[in-house]
């Protein structure tokens, strides 16, 4: 079995930088994706960023520029450091681990609140 747990996130001025982190154990197979999505109340959850294995990341139109998302494979680990926060940006955040065809698996999640 695989867990995802979540770190950072919390309450945060417009314009902030936070930074997310997401550490992944268990048996994972070397080739994944590793990505975040997001849910804002009363919306259906989002791609925010995701990032393979081996090649580049792809975010969502609404955080290019704004967003990168990283990863430490070799511990398993992806961040996504987000700039210039918009209240819009609002929402539970959850990490993201998916080997296609094989396996995917979801953290529980952890709030981000931009205040105005």
């Known amino acids: 079995q695989v867990q995802l747990v979540e770190s950072g996130g919390g309450l945060v001025q417009a314009g902030g930088s936070p930074r997310l982190s997401c550490a992944a154990s268990?048996?994972?197979?070397?080739?994944?994706?590793m990505g975040w999505f997001r849910q804002a109340p009363g919306k259906q959850r989002e791609l925010v960023a995701r990032?393979?294995?081996?090649?580049?990341?792809n975010y969502a139109d609404s955080v290019k520029g704004r967003f990168t998302i990283s990863r430490d494979s070799a511990n398993n680990t992806v961040y996504l450091q987000m700039n210039s926060l918009k209240p819009e940006d609002t929402g539970v955040y959850y990490c993201?681990?998916?080997?296609?065809?094989?396996?995917?698996?979801w953290g529980q999640g952890t709030q981000v609140t931009v205040s105005s």
């Open positions: 268990g048996t994972i197979f070397s080739i994944n994706l």
């Open positions: 993201h681990l998916w080997t296609p065809g094989v396996n995917e698996y």
């Open positions: 990032i393979p294995t081996h090649g580049s990341a």
